[in-house]
């Protein structure tokens, strides 16, 4: 993301109020506009008021109907399309594509910022080909292995519901590539043409051809976007194409970014899996001819809007990582680099010390503010939503788990950029064990009654010791830094008599 | 026994003064078996120069200058805190290198090379750093550091085949393994010296550009330590000459343990060559084309020789290979002096060969210790003008004392003095008496002082002696 810092700090440098709104919609769009637009996609299909609007302005533009017949048939139609098939396939896509390629992008991320680091741009294309094909082959067999396993379910569900879980992993791959191109304005739009492309294509061809439809229509609507961030990806950094698994290097050499990413994603979810695995609240699909599909709507949905509320988190993050953090940062490590006595190196290290401090108190409690508000919002039911009778533990503690779990992955983000790998590995391996640990605990012991406790408690503890963990490596981090550094000298070896002898007889 | 023998950056590999010294004694030796030990620089295969003899029964190498993997405990925060309480700045290096042998007694077998990440070692360098250059870029500080103790660490750390002696031909790196050796597996050990290691890094370090003037005088200093180090660890130090003896006894408190044992050669092969018929008077300069041999000098000086004597011939005899560029600067002299048709390049050769053709023997070096070419130049008749490095005088004029004889068998002039190299040329060509006494005096020299019967005697007396003072002693009893 080298290029925000720059546009953020033109905006902030302005001095206005208004610069700086415009600099906190600029991180929030980076931050969290795919999120926001994908969300946006899937409301529109899973809310029948947003269904209703949209799919008219469809018909409309696509369909001879007259605005009568529209009228009537978008109440059936909204049945036709959306429903547990549909729900089912997307939810599942979703949850186990990020998990399977959490991963995978981290290790394509590190892969590409090496390169632009070197200026090595010839191979990114191709590595990005290369790390969207290992996606595909894993998701492919992840979902041979589901509908192995579960091989009752209707063949159009196997095929579909395979196409649209091999979709969105290469979506989530290939737009870490496009987010790297520093085109924004056009990473954005890619996914507004994914987000808009799914909905139409679900409404037109769940329309002609049913649940089928609507989950097809989806899967291409975000192959559409794949296809332009592909391109994006080649415009940028060139489209050549060569056949190589040098890629595949990076993946032993950043084992430790697999193992974060696929556990962050499963820390993220391993709540809802235990949840829909409950007899209690989870739900079997099989009265629908779908075998092995579980879902609990009634935690789903007011999780789901619950990681919303960490928006704020994000971009209030982007916004002070990228503009006031990162020149201490950086004057910090120009000091080591560039020649800098060691009292320029340790006042260096303490304003950056103080600046993360001070930024990381300015996230909280800008966060706390919007939780709150939400909280108070929500307990006196202003937001309108399908949650409608949920628990309101559900709810409450929800909020505060994403709350919580934003604050996790900015500490674990400021450990990434001091390079900090094994701690958060370890961090995340923390959560996933302890949401899960809690998960089923929490359900065995009190039912349903503490639902969402594992999640926010896995964060909010692993929070607090990435916190510490944090500072008690920045108090060192001369040090550290200095002392993490590889000598460039060969690999030593041994001569013995025998190889000598062999040598000389070779040479001879 | 077996006698752990080790080199750094000579044998087998380099040709010249230490190899030679080394092939020589280890192909006479009969009554011990040897194991050779190099220890290079960056890790690099490379193809010997020397064939080894029936009684070298194993062969060991390691780099310096690369990163290995050690099995072996790291370092720990005792040892640290012990290590750190005996350096103090400005270094007084026979007292610490006392304190430095106690230490590495006592923690004889770390991975020394994860010193540099102990905590301690951190205080430690800033500690240094904010005493005496807080002024200073500390990232080159501490690469500077990191990057001088890197072959240190190795030095130390390394584990070498076990021996009964271990014999180091050099302070320096070499010197650190012999003495951890000597310490790991309770054997002692002895050094030879043909140039005095610290000495040579002290030239270096003040020549050299790269190493800022802050930098210098610490280094050296250290050198000087490690130096003063294995002296005192060591059972015997021998030397070549008096001259280097000397300088020993600066970093070498108990002067019982140092002795000199010349370097010899072959007398009969040499004193037997037969001289053959010319027209010319062939000067040789035998030796590597090198900088430090200085051939420049020489050809400046047979410039000189040339231009009152017609009929003269230059040749030098030795490998090209070894400095390329160097090389062909001396050529581009040839061609700027216009001597072309006097000075012939032989390359690799047989110097007996030369010998029988050889009228005087030229030596333009700017170092040496005890050049073998002089006294195999002497015992062949052939009188020797040489520049005063090492033991070139000592050779040339006797060292005065009772195992030597009286009387010049050459010429000395300084170094870089091409002036002086061709009158002292001159004057052996003109003064056919001076030339004839010379050549006499020089093979009686050889005979009585530097025949490699005598060199190797010494050795085989010194390597059962210290091997039987060990087994007397309470170290060797409790091993056996």
Known sequence: ?508 | MKIGILFEGTYPYVQGGVSSWAASLMRNEKNVDFVAIHVGANPIRRLPKYKFSDNIKDYFEFFLFSSYKFEKQPVTDEFMEELVSIIRYPFEEIYMGEKLFNVLKKYNNFDYTTLIKNDIYWDFIIKLYNNFIPYENFNYYYWNLRSMLLPFLNALTVDIPVCDVYHSVTTGYAGLTALMASLRYNKPYIITEHGIYHRERQLDLLRSKWVKDEYRIPWIRLFNTISALTYYGAAKVTTLFKKNQQIEKELCDDHSKLEIIPNGIDYNHFSSIEKEEKTSVNIGLVGRVVEIKDIKTALKSIKIVSESISEVKFYIIGPTDEEPDYFKECKEMIDILNIGDIVEFTGMADVSQWYSKLDIVVLSSVSEGQPLVLLEAMASGIPCVSTDVGACSEIIYGTGEDNDIDGKCGLIVKPKDFSSMAKAINELIENKEFYNSASEIGKKRVHKRYMVENMIEKYDGLYTGVYKKWLESDSGSTDL
């Open chain 1, 1 to 508: 993301m080298a290029g925000i810092g720059f546009r953020l700090n033109r905006f902030i440098e302005t001095g206005t109020i208004s610069g700086n709104v415009l600099a906190f919609a600029y991180s929030a769009i980076i931050a969290a506009g795919p999120w926001i637009i994908t969300s946006l996609a899937l409301s529109t299909l899973l809310n029948y008021g947003f269904f209703k609007v949209i799919a008219q302005v469809i018909l409309n533009v696509f369909t001879n109907m007259t605005d009568r017949e529209i009228i009537y048939s978008i109440q059936n139609l909204y049945s036709k399309i959306v429903n547990e098939y549909f729900s089912v396939s997307i939810v599942y896509s979703f949850v186990f594509s990020t998990i399977i390629t959490g991963g995978i992008i981290m290790v394509l991320s590190r892969n590409i910022s090496d390169k632009i680091y070197s200026e090595n741009y010839d191979d990114i294309f191709s590595d990005t080909v290369g790390f969207i094909m290992i996606s595909q082959i894993i998701s492919l067999i992840a979902a041979m292995i589901f509908f192995g396993i579960y091989d009752q379910n209707p063949l159009w569900v196997k095929i579909f519901v395979t196409w649209l879980f091999i979709s969105l992993s290469t979506l989530w791959v290939v737009s870490v590539a496009a987010v790297a191109t520093d085109s924004y304005v056009k990473y954005l739009l890619a996914f507004a043409i994914t987000g808009l492309s799914s909905v139409i294509f679900s409404i037109l061809f769940g329309l002609k051809f049913g649940p089928v439809g609507s989950v097809a229509g989806y899967a291409l609507g975000v192959n559409v976007g794949i296809s332009y961030m592909l391109f994006m990806v080649g415009e940028y950094f060139g489209f050549r194409l060569k056949i190589s698994f040098a890629w595949a290097k990076s993946i032993v050499v950043n084992w430790q970014n697999l193992v974060i990413g696929t556990f962050y994603y499963l820390a993220i979810w391993i709540d809802d899996i235990v949840t829909w695995a409950s007899p209690q609240l989870g739900e079997s699909y099989t009265r629908y001819g779908l075998y092995g599909f579980r879902l609990a709507y009634d935690y789903d949905s007011p999780m789901f809007l619950a990681y919303l509320t960490t928006i704020p988190t994000m971009a209030m993050f982007v916004l002070v990582l990228e503009t006031y953090f990162y020149k201490k940062y950086k004057l910090f490590y120009q000091n080591i680099t560039s020649g800098g006595t060691y009292s320029d190196i340790i006042i260096s290290k303490n304003e950056m010390i103080q600046e993360m401090k001070s930024n990381i108190s300015l996230v909280v409690k800008f966060q706390i503010i919007i939780t709150a508000i939400i909280y108070f919002i929500n307990d006196i039911n202003i937001i309108v939503s399908q949650n409608a009778g949920l628990s309101d533990i559900i709810r409450r503690i929800g909020i505060v788990g994403a709350m919580m779990n934003g604050f996790y992955l900015m500490i674990t983000l400021l450990l990434l950029y001091f390079d900090f790998r094994k701690e958060v590995m370890l961090l995340n391996i923390l959560t996933f064990s302890i949401n899960i640990g809690l998960s089923y605990g929490l359900f065995s012991v009190f039912d349903n009654k503490l639902l969402g406790f594992s999640y926010t408690i896995a964060f909010t503890v692993s929070t607090f010791i990435g916190y510490k963990i944090l500072i008690k490596k920045l108090e060192n981090i001369e040090k550290i830094e200095f002392n993490r550094q590889k000598m460039y000298t060969k690999e030593g070896f041994y001569i013995n008599y025998d190889d000598i002898e062999k040598y000389v007889k070779e040479k001879k």
